[in-house]
Each structure stands twice: as C-alpha cells, then as structure tokens.
C-alpha cells in the first residue's frame, strides 16, 4: 500500500477482493498525534485532502466499512505507478483519535 502505518496504530479490519481488478480495504485507528507523521510518509504527502467529497467511492457490502457515518472528514487519492490507486478517508470526529480507511486497488 507504500504507507508507513505507525506502531500506535490499531488494525480494525481488513479484506482482500481477488478478481479482474484487486483491491484491498483497511481499517486502521490511530492516535490522532500520528497523523501527520502518517500522512508525510504516505503517497498523500502531496494530495490536497477535499472535505467535500468521500474517497474511496468503492462501496463495501460490510458493517465496518462504513464512510457515511464520519461528520467531519478528509478524504482523497492518490495515483500512483502501473495503474495503481489508493483512496483515503479519515474520520476527524473524535479530538484524541482518527479512524483512517484505506482502499487500494490494481487494475
């Protein structure tokens, strides 16, 4: 996924669609102090993060993969090489800790 996930982080779920295009989704808590360090060293580095609009748009038929229920968020993509993406959104409604989800996919 080419993040540097931080040793404060806490794995909440994850799954691995193998098919025609693979994707993988990733629920991740961390302590919202190692946010920043997580993002500079992530392809979001340099990606303006949009509160407008939820990324990743790929719905999941799963109870915890759920984008609609942040109120305050950043979200975002990243292109990157061989036709690879990853798709961010981080839930900013709690002040101590982010709810960060993660979706890449290879086409």
Do not use: H
Not at 21 to 36: A, N, Q, S
Not at 69 to 80: H, N, W
């Amino acid at each position: 996924m080419m993040c540097d996930i931080p040793t404060s982080a806490e794995g909440l779920n994850y799954l691995l669609n193998k098919g025609m295009d693979d994707t993988i989704y990733l629920k991740l808590r961390l302590p919202r102090e190692d946010l920043d360090i997580f993002i500079n060293k992530s392809p979001f580095k340099d990606v303006a993060l949009r509160t407008d609009r939820r990324y990743p748009y790929w719905e999941l038929d799963k109870e915890w993969w759920d984008l609609d229920k942040p109120i305050l968020f950043q979200s975002g993509e990243a292109l990157l090489p061989k036709a690879k993406y990853l798709n961010i959104l981080i839930d900013l409604d709690d002040p101590k800790i982010v709810i960060i989800y993660l979706c890449w996919l290879e086409t």
